[in-house]
Structures are given as C-alpha cells and as structure tokens.
C-alpha cells in the first residue's frame, strides 16, 4: 500500500479560481516531486524540493506554486486556474542518498479539470 | 527529437504470451533505467530498475539495458490480464541525488486478451 496520499483526486472547477493540490507522506522521506501528466503524453517535472524550506522549479515550466514547510507535506497552489491548467498531477517522494538509486513513489495523483 | 522514444501503443496479445517493451533514448548521460507499471487513475509503481548496461530479472518480468544501442526492453513472461497497464520506462543520470527528476517516455499501453 503506497504512503503518499494526494487529494482531491478530482477537482473541476471554474476559471480563476484559487486551488490548492494536496500531497503527504508518512515515509519520512526528503525529497518530494510535482509532476504532470497529460492524457497520451510524458510526465513532466514541475517542482521539487530537498527538504523542509526548499523548492526549486523542474525542467516543464508551470504557473503553479509549492511550499514545504512540513516534510511530510507539499502542496501544490495555482492562483487563478485556467483551462491551460487542465491535467493530471502526480505527487511523488524519494530518499535522498547521493550514494545510490533512490526510487520515487507516487501518489494517486488528482486529475484537475478547469472550465 | 524527445529523450526518450516509447511506442504508446495500444498493444494487445493474448494471454499467456510473452510481451517486449521498448525504449530507445538519445542522452548518454542516462544511467539509471527505470520500469513503471501504471493502471487506470492510480499513480505509477515501480516495477523494476537496471544500473547501466545488463539484465535483471524478477519473477516474470526481465529488463535489459544497452547503452551502446541506447535502447531498453521489459519482457513479460506467460502475460496475464492482470497486467493490462500503461508501461512507462523512465531515466536518470544521477541517483537522484542531484537535481534533476526522470525522463519518462509517453508510456505503452499493453491489453492483455483472457
């Protein structure tokens, strides 16, 4: 049974409006991911973060935010949402051992739909 | 031309038959070689990781790893219809450790016919 959580698991909601994408874990781990997956299409990083206070940008550019100030937590904000913002976003969390592969594991993810 | 190159299928074989998955990526950096299982509205699990070049195997899947070729396989033995997924391979330079997430491809979708 995967221990990271994401809710909602589906959200539509309507253009402009303020969302915020939960994801814990209980593995205790540091490392945390944002992805996003199109229907058909790769799965993109959007953001992570080595711990507690650090989040840095992923290689697919998004208008989302993150924080992290619990380890355990790193929710996901859109401002104001748009119909572009229509996906699936993936939540996962790893180890962060620079000695050997750490295996990332995801979340349910929770498919977002903006009107 | 993308990193990585997966046919998203749909695949579909009967059961029982042996299944080859494939990948070809262009970034020799890769180093790490990754197969995630990903059912229908469930987030992707780990199904099996290769070091560099050579085969794993675990139960009936194998995976194998040319990095001369630049090309990836999962082979699925005696398939069953509980393994109708989207198979996603996945890459990495680093342990993670370092900054960067993975490289996936766009997944196949495999259907497994009873």
């Known amino acids: 049974e995967a221990d990271i959580y994401q809710t909602p698991r589906y959200l539509v909601i309507g253009t402009g409006k303020k969302i915020t994408l939960e994801c814990s874990q209980t593995?205790?781990?540091?490392?945390m991911y944002w992805y996003q997956q199109d229907p058909g299409m790769e799965l993109h990083l959007i953001h992570y973060?080595?711990?507690?206070?650090?989040?840095e940008k992923g290689d697919l550019s998004s208008e989302s935010t993150v924080s992290r100030i619990r380890t355990e937590h790193f929710p996901l904000t859109l401002e104001s949402a748009r119909p572009s913002h229509t996906s699936q976003y993936l939540c996962?969390?790893?180890?962060?051992?620079?000695?050997?592969?750490?295996?990332?594991?995801f979340g349910p993810g929770t498919r977002l739909t903006v009107l | 031309q993308k990193e990585v190159e997966q046919d998203p299928g749909p695949l579909s074989v009967p059961e029982g038959a042996i299944v080859s998955l494939n990948c070809t990526y262009s970034?020799?950096?890769?180093?790490?070689f990754m197969w995630y299982r990903q059912y229908s509205r469930k987030g992707p699990e780990l199904l099996m990781y290769?070091?560099?070049?050579g085969n794993k195997e675990d139960g009936r899947f194998t995976a194998q790893v040319d990095k001369s070729s630049k090309y990836i396989s999962l082979f699925i033995r005696d398939s069953q219809p509980s393994d109708s997924a989207t198979y996603l391979c996945?890459?990495?330079?680093?342990?993670?450790?370092?900054?960067?997430?993975?490289?996936f491809g766009k997944g196949t979708h495999l259907i497994i016919q009873p």
């Open positions: 970034n020799s950096a890769f180093q790490y």
């Open positions: 996962a969390s790893s180890e962060f051992r620079t000695s050997s592969y750490n295996e990332q594991f």
């Open positions: 996945a890459m990495s330079d680093d342990s993670g450790g370092g900054a960067d997430g993975l490289t």
């Open positions: 973060s080595y711990g507690v206070n650090s989040t």
């Open positions: 593995m205790g781990h540091d490392k």
């Open positions: 290769t070091y560099s070049s």
